[in-house]
Each structure stands twice: as C-alpha cells, then as structure tokens.
C-alpha cells in the first residue's frame, strides 16, 4: 500500500515539474515566424502572439511603437526564408517586397522568452527601402531566388561555434587587418550586398582601418543549414543598422547577404 502511495506521489511530482517546463522547439520558432509573416502579409498585427508583460519592438536598431512601425503596412511579401535556433529560442527571418508604395527587404529576428514559443518576448528588425545602401529589391530578389538554402546533410554543417566565430570575423574585417583570411572563402561563394553581386565573394575584402568595430551583435544560429545571422550597429561605417547572413557549406562559405540602412 506504501508502495503504490509512494509511486503515486512520486508521478504526480513529475507531472507537475514536467508540466512546468516549457521547451523551446524548432517547430514552435517555425511557427511563430509564420504568424510575423502573416500579420506582415495583412499590415495587422492583433494575431500576433505578443508577451502582455515583457515585449519588444525594435526597429533599425531603436525601440519604436509597433503599431506605427513597417508591420502597420501590408506588404506582398516576393520571398520569404527562416531560420531557427532553438539554443537561443530565436529565429531570423528574410523577406522582399518589390511591389507597393515602398519596397522593402527586411531582416527581422524573432526572440522568446523563458523557452516559451507560444508568445513573442521580442521583435528586432533591419528595415531596408529606397536609400538604403545598395537598394534595389527587384535585383536582389532576382539574385537571392536562385540561391539553395535546403537542409545540409551532417557532414557538411559546421558546428555552432564555427558560425559565429565566421560572423564576427567578418564583422572584424574593417577594424582588424587578419580578419579576412581567418575566415573559410569557398571558391564559389556568392556575395549580396543590398543588389550588389560580388562572385566569388572572397575577393576585394577590406583589412582594417577602422578603429570603431561594429556593435550591438544579435546571432541567429541555425547549424541545420548552416547560417549565421548578426544583427549589428555597423559602427565602422558610422552606427548604420546591419544585417549580416552567412551560409556555409562543408566549411566554407557559399552566401553572404547584407542589408544596411544609411541612418
């Protein structure tokens, strides 16, 4: 009788310990970066899942309204890719509209808190239009649609840390005159810097001669398909709100896109 009380009491417990945690899944990031997307589609954001206590808007690297902000307009949304990290219970989203008043390409990672992906702790968002640096939408979505972002197979992903040592070392390359040869050129690798087409992208690099690096880093690290993504204050340049992405494959880097807003 003991007994059964004992292992009664003790699945209770577990259920309710278990019951508690929440887990931050890949599929819950995927899902939440949907609904931006759709209330981004909509110019409507009353779907949006938004934590009631501790939510976040950013937007070109400054706290802003949300109901003001770009998530106000509807878009018709050309192109769309997410990446997910479950370590950090974040995801980073890319998108083009070419079509509109305005076009846009927008970087946005989406963040959560306390492992929890049924609310939203945070929208953080790199939005480029007409002056940005290099912008052209129309070009850079005819680059960025040709371009194979599928699942890697094991051997050739690089682990976590690989990816962000290579997004800081990019970042480096202004301030820091070896950065660019620490980092893993693929001989093939492609470069979109806002419509600007750089291949192979490890050529003309630039080696130091800031003494401001850039700042203000967020990551985005998926190792499924081998991205990382920094959001940044590129200070080297003078505090312009930075999105860098990069892809490698087998340990080398396949893509490079930046978006850059001449604040």
């Known amino acids: 009788m003991l007994s059964r009380l004992a292992f009664g009491l003790g699945v209770a417990l577990t259920g309710l310990v278990t019951g508690g945690h929440a887990e931050c899944t890949r599929e819950g990031l995927l899902a939440a970066a949907e609904s931006y997307l759709a209330a981004q589609t909509a110019g409507n954001i009353a779907d949006l899942k938004l934590s009631a206590t ?20 509807p878009l018709t949304i050309d192109l769309n890719r997410t990446t997910a990290d479950p370590i950090e219970c974040a995801s980073y989203t890319m998108l083009i509209s070419t ?77 820091d005159a070896k950065a660019a040869d620490s980092i893993p050129w693929g001989t093939d690798c492609e470069r979109v810097e806002g419509s600007q087409y750089t291949r192979p992208c490890g050529n003309a690099l630039p080696r130091g001669g800031s003494a401001t690096p850039n700042g203000n880093r967020r990551y985005v ?30 340990g080398k880097v396949k893509y490079v896109h930046t978006v850059t807003v001449m604040s």
């Open 54 to 73: 501790n939510f976040t808007y950013q937007q070109n690297n400054k706290k802003a309204d949300i109901k003001t902000g770009v998530l106000s307009q």
């Open 99 to 175: 079509t509109g008043s305005k076009p846009y390409v927008i970087s946005t990672q989406i963040r959560h808190a306390d492992e929890d992906t049924s609310t939203i702790a945070m929208i953080d968002s790199i939005v480029a239009t007409t002056g940005a640096l290099f912008f052209n939408a129309k070009q850079t979505l005819s680059y960025i649609q040709k371009e194979n972002w599928g699942t890697l197979e094991e051997g050739q992903r690089a682990n976590r840390t690989e990816l962000k040592r290579v997004g800081d070392a990019y970042l480096d390359m202004w301030t």
């Open 221 to 250: 690290i998926d190792e499924t398909v081998g991205s990382v993504d920094v959001l940044c204050s590129f200070d080297s340049l003078g505090n312009l709100p930075d999105s860098h992405e990069i892809r490698l494959e087998g």
